[in-house]
């Protein structure tokens, strides 16, 4: 018995369309991970939250008008 043929091509072109996305998904991966790793290395690796640089604890200085 002979198989219908559209369906294979059909298939073809679902698998193709798959690995596609899957190449693309590594892709944006990659960049996220080097993004990442540039983002780490710009900034100081001392350890020190950057959103705190600059903020002095304990009581601040009277604000003068």
Do not use: C, Y
């Not at 072109?13 to 710009?42: G, T």
Request: charged residues 40%; positive net charge.
């Amino acid at each position: 018995m002979a198989r219908p043929g559209p369906a294979t091509f059909e298939k073809r072109k679902r698998e193709l369309a798959k690995k596609k996305r899957r190449q693309e998904k590594l892709e944006r991966r990659a960049q996220r991970k080097e993004q990442k790793a540039q983002d780490s290395a710009n900034s100081s690796d001392s350890g020190v939250d950057p959103d705190l640089i600059g903020i002095v604890p304990g009581p601040q200085p009277p604000l003068i008008d």
